[in-house]
């Protein structure tokens, strides 16, 4: 399933290529993250309902190195043959240059272990070639580099509109961190939510919830005032 997020903005949610959205920028022609493996099919017969053949994507921007972002990917590139970008602390992740490393809970470690063991058997690393930092904009969206869930993690900033991956869960009744047993690094992660907060938009875009579009950086100032009272 495809849907515009507003009724003018150019931005698509896609659902369908496994537990994480998937999001498509117009015009720009940019995926944000790759989905599950095996999904691929399912991403561009989404975007074939809005008009974008294989051929027209230009890049795809991943938020960070877990299986359920990035499984897609190696079909994906070769079926359409975009830009993959990635920021620097990840991509030695993505390309299969470096193990990654399990979460420091034990929960964490088996989930660790099995979406590692699941993701290797479906599809190889992908060569990042473009390893972006903090601050540079992409195809009109801004780099803002949001350490924590991985080393690489990033948010990206396009107007009114934040994709916000797995930096947090944002959903109707409150904004809450993403479950610890995931996260590489649990201070870091609440520093890039304050980090976070600080910024300006109105519609936030998770991986895990459904976008949230009504003054979502208020919602992010008060998870992060929450956190703040957190030893």
């Given at each position: 399933?495809?849907?515009?997020?507003?009724?003018?903005?150019?931005?698509?949610?896609?659902?369908?290529?496994?537990?994480?959205?998937v999001y498509y920028v117009a015009?720009?022609?940019?995926?944000?993250?790759?989905?599950?493996?095996?999904?691929?099919?399912?991403?561009?017969?989404?975007?074939?309902?809005?008009?974008?053949?294989?051929?027209?994507?230009?890049?795809?921007?991943?938020?960070?190195?877990?299986?359920?972002?990035?499984?897609?990917?190696?079909?994906?590139?070769?079926?359409?043959?975009?830009?993959?970008?990635?920021?620097?602390?990840?991509?030695?992740?993505?390309?299969?240059?470096?193990?990654?490393?399990?979460?420091?809970?034990?929960?964490?470690?088996?989930?660790?272990?099995?979406?590692?063991?699941?993701?290797?058997?479906?599809?190889?690393?992908?060569?990042?070639?473009?390893?972006?930092?903090?601050?540079?904009?992409?195809?009109?969206?801004?780099?803002?580099?949001?350490?924590?869930?991985?080393?690489?993690?990033?948010?990206?900033?396009?107007?009114?509109?934040?994709?916000?991956?797995?930096?947090?869960?944002?959903?109707?009744?409150?904004?809450r961190e993403t479950p610890h047993?995931?996260?590489?690094?649990?201070?870091?992660?609440?520093?890039?939510?304050?980090?976070?907060?600080?910024?300006?938009?109105?519609?936030?875009?998770?991986?895990?919830?459904?976008?949230?579009?009504?003054?979502?950086?208020?919602?992010?100032?008060?998870?992060?005032?929450?956190?703040?009272?957190?030893?």
């Amino acid at each position: 399933m495809i849907y515009q997020v507003g009724d003018t903005s150019g931005v698509y949610c896609i659902e369908g290529a496994g537990e994480a959205r998937v999001y498509y920028v117009a015009p720009e022609f940019t995926l944000v993250n790759a989905g599950m493996p095996g999904k691929a099919d399912r991403i561009l017969s989404a975007l074939a309902r809005i008009g974008v053949q294989p051929l027209q994507v230009k890049r795809i921007i991943l938020s960070h190195h877990h299986w359920d972002h990035v499984g897609g990917l190696w079909e994906l590139k070769r079926r359409t043959g975009a830009e993959v970008i990635a920021h620097a602390r990840d991509a030695d992740y993505i390309s299969g240059k470096r193990p990654r490393r399990a979460p420091r809970r034990l929960t964490g470690r088996v989930w660790h272990a099995l979406t590692e063991l699941a993701g290797a058997r479906h599809t190889p690393g992908v060569e990042v070639d473009r390893r972006v930092s903090d601050g540079e904009c992409v195809g009109g969206l801004l780099v803002v580099h949001t350490p924590g869930h991985t080393p690489g993690h990033i948010c990206l900033l396009r107007g009114d509109y934040l994709f916000s991956s797995d930096l947090l869960l944002a959903t109707a009744g409150a904004f809450r961190e993403t479950p610890h047993r995931f996260t590489a690094d649990l201070a870091t992660s609440r520093a890039s939510i304050r980090r976070v907060a600080q910024l300006e938009f109105q519609a936030i875009l998770s991986s895990r919830n459904p976008p949230y579009v009504f003054r979502a950086a208020e919602k992010v100032r008060e998870l992060a005032d929450k956190l703040g009272m957190v030893a």
